[in-house]
């Protein structure tokens, strides 16, 4: 019997007219040189599956995993192949098909941290006390000495991750306090110009607490209350992108309620990945819209009354793939972080291909991710630039890491992170 696909996806699979105008802005393609690790040819592999020309087999699986779903392809395409959907449909039906294939340990550590972690977040805001209490203990260290854990590439990586921080819990007495939990409002600061809903995360909770902190920060001090509703949960991406498409719809769904129940227009994300999974999975209502906080800051009002300390240094951008190839906002970045006086803001050369983070892919595809990591660590210390700011999580740590394997003292962060830093916000 043929696999099943969506009568959606024969359809837009068939806009394909094998131009090969997307085929220069494949990150594989250009590293592989293989037809079959490029747009053009993985839509014809997936259209041979529909016809029944070709198996579903490991092989056709490795094409599908090699993809970044970067989606530079979808953005250079003139007959707008919606390639991003066609790809996670046919990684839904790989892991229906799973069973007859190679089920690897890989996948299956996967599937329990998507169903027990990330699907849960509020079990990251329970590990963050220990994982502060480890790194501060140099517990991580001490066990990196351990011979086969020390060569384990993700404990590697957490090992680096910088000191986690606590949640904003608002100014007392004149200082910047933090607790245990985002506090459900962060009301304005003086004039009142508005009320936005804020996008937490899921990993995000422990390793970049800093970013959501700063936007809330920034945000008040522009005069807009920030709610944060305890009740909203992972948005999906990497389920969506792993082909667990019914639990990202369900994950969408609680977001969905959560904020429609808050009656706020605006629902900021701060992670560009998941501002694409919340924009394209629906949880914005007819009455709201998700944007992004490079985006929402630049048009905001208020800048007149807070003051913004003057930083003389080179600033590095780089441009998410999400933000770039789908939200198409990569312009805000830099807009936000020119308000900072004395910066020189420079843009990390080959913006336009990816840095091969792509939600788990460094794990999983790590000669492809490493390679295109090179390329953009290369261009970055050519810079001589102290800092680096991205917008997705990520991409940030990916690049941190790279970095720090390296030696180089560069720092990576968020840009409303630096901004919020020279307004004066200390945790
Ligand atoms: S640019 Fe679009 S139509 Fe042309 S080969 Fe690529 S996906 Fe197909
Ligand atoms: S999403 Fe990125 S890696 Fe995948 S085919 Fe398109 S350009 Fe290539």
Redesign the pocket.
């Known amino acids: 019997m043929l696999p099943k696909f969506s009568k959606d996806f024969i359809n837009e699979s068939n806009?394909?007219?094998?131009?090969?105008?997307?085929?220069p802005q494949c990150p594989t393609y250009r590293l592989l040189k293989s037809e079959a690790d490029s747009?053009?040819g993985r839509?014809a592999l997936m259209n041979g599956i529909v016809n029944g020309r070709i198996p579903l087999n490991a092989r056709f699986a490795l094409h599908m995993d090699r993809c970044l779903t970067c989606r530079a392809?979808?953005a250079?395409?003139?007959?707008?192949?919606p390639?991003g959907r066609l790809i996670d449909e046919t990684r839904a039906l790989i892991a229906n098909h799973s069973k007859s294939l190679v089920v690897t340990q890989k996948a299956s550590v996967r599937s329990v941290l998507e169903k027990q972690l990330l699907a849960r977040p509020v079990r990251f805001d329970r590990l963050r006390q220990l994982f502060y209490f480890i790194q501060k203990s140099g517990g991580l260290r001490w066990l990196q000495k351990l011979n086969q854990l020390g060569k384990n590439k993700l404990f590697k990586f957490i090992v680096q991750l910088p000191l986690v921080k606590f949640p904003y819990a608002g100014t007392v007495d004149g200082m910047h306090a933090s607790g245990n939990h985002w506090r459900e409002i962060y009301p304005a600061e003086g004039e009142k110009r508005g009320e936005v809903g804020l996008f937490l995360g899921c990993v995000a909770r422990i390793t970049d607490a800093a970013t959501l902190n700063s936007s809330i920060y920034v945000l008040n001090r522009l005069g807009y209350t920030v709610h944060v509703p305890p009740d909203q949960t992972c948005c999906g991406a990497l389920h969506q992108h792993s082909g667990a498409l019914k639990q990202a719809a369900s994950l969408a769904q609680q977001n969905k309620s959560v904020f429609s129940g808050l009656k706020v227009n605006t629902i900021i994300s701060t992670a560009s990945g998941c501002g694409v999974q919340l924009l394209e999975s629906g949880v914005a209502d007819e009455h709201s819209q998700i944007i992004d906080i490079s985006r929402f800051l630049t048009a905001a009002e208020g800048w007149e009354s807070v003051e913004i300390a003057p930083l003389l240094q080179k600033i590095l951008v780089h441009d998410p793939c999400s933000l770039r190839n789908v939200l198409r906002d990569q312009v805000y970045p830099y807009k936000l972080i020119a308000r900072i006086p004395g910066v020189q803001v420079l843009s990390l050369p080959g913006n336009d291909q990816c840095c091969g983070a792509a939600g788990t892919y460094f794990m999983d595809q790590p000669e492809i991710a490493n390679s295109l990591l090179e390329s953009k660590l290369s261009a970055a210390m050519d810079s001589g630039a102290r800092y680096l700011v991205t917008s997705n999580i990520g991409c940030a740590m990916h690049i941190a890491n790279g970095l720090y394997e390296k030696g180089v003292d560069m720092e990576v962060l968020h840009p409303v992170t630096l901004l919020a830093r020279q307004m004066g916000l200390e945790l």
């Open positions: 806009q394909c007219v094998s131009c090969g105008l997307c085929l747009p053009r839509i392809c979808e250079a395409c003139p007959n707008n192949v390639y």
